[in-house]
Structure formats: structure tokens, C-alpha cells
């Protein structure tokens, strides 16, 4: 599934004005230095089902400011069963210093979208889920 992720994300980084609505491509190259931030936020999962399970992880996340404060959030997808279950992989949202904000598993898409909860963008999960922010974190509402 190709996306318009990388051009919309690109409005978003340069604080454009223009909608933010956008399908997030995890198959789209990922930003590296997102990932090894992700990696070390979930660093003691990832260890866990390396030694437990034997399995790998694979992580796809890319940098997104969700608030509007100019510093940086992560959105990505995890996928490891051992972390997420059979559901399928986990999407998350986290702080740049590595607080996960959501972490939903079972999700095979999500898309940023224009509106704002508490002045953080909503995050549609499964084309049928609405996360909103809500008390220091990511809510399904």
C-alpha cells in the first residue's frame, strides 16, 4: 500500500498550513534516527522477546510533530507477536525523550488526521478507531 505519507509528513515537519490528514506508510522508508529512539523506549520488550521467544523485531517510525510545540514526536509500527500478540503489529505514539503516548496492537494502518484533541492531532487506527489525547496520553474515544 503506497501512501502520501512522506509528502505530508514533510508539511508537517516545515509547520505548513495546509491539512495534515495522511495514511502513515510504515512500508515507506523509515527516519533512523526514530527508530533507535523507539528501540530504546521499547528496549526492555525487545530484550525480552529476543531471550524468551527468540524473535526479531522490526520497527518502522518516522517523526511527526502531534502537538504543535515544535519538538517532535514519534509514530511508528512494531512488529514482533511476542510484544504485540497474533493479533498483528502494534502501532505506537511516543515523546521524543521515549514516553510512550499509544500503543495498539492488532493494527495493520492508521492515518494522522486533521482534527485535534486538547490541541494534539487525533490518530485513526483500522479505519475505525479514533484515538484522541486525553490525560498524558493517546485515548480510544
Do not use: H
Not at 493479533?87 to 495493520?108: I, K, N, Q, R
Not at 486538547?118 to 479505519?127: E, H, S
Amino acid at each position: 500500500m503506497k501512501t502520501r505519507l512522506l509528502l505530508v509528513l514533510a508539511g508537517i515537519l516545515a509547520g505548513s498550513a495546509s491539512a495534515y490528514a495522511a495514511q502513515i506508510d510504515f512500508a515507506a522508508k523509515s527516519e533512523p534516527d526514530a527508530v533507535e529512539a523507539a528501540r530504546k523506549s521499547w528496549a526492555d520488550s525487545i530484550q525480552e522477546a529476543q531471550t524468551e521467544a527468540g524473535t526479531s523485531t522490526d520497527i518502522a517510525a518516522f517523526k511527526v510533530d502531534l502537538n504543535g510545540d515544535g519538538k517532535l514526536e514519534i509514530v511508528g509500527q512494531i512488529k514482533n507477536t511476542y510484544i504485540c500478540g497474533n493479533a498483528g503489529p502494534c502501532v505506537f505514539a511516543m515523546t521524543s525523550g521515549g514516553d510512550v503516548l499509544m500503543s495498539v496492537p492488532g493494527t495493520e494502518n492508521a492515518e494522522i488526521l486533521d482534527s485535534k484533541t486538547g490541541g494534539w492531532l487525533d490518530i485513526q487506527i483500522n479505519d475505525d478507531k479514533k484515538y484522541r489525547y486525553s490525560g498524558g496520553m493517546y485515548r480510544n474515544q
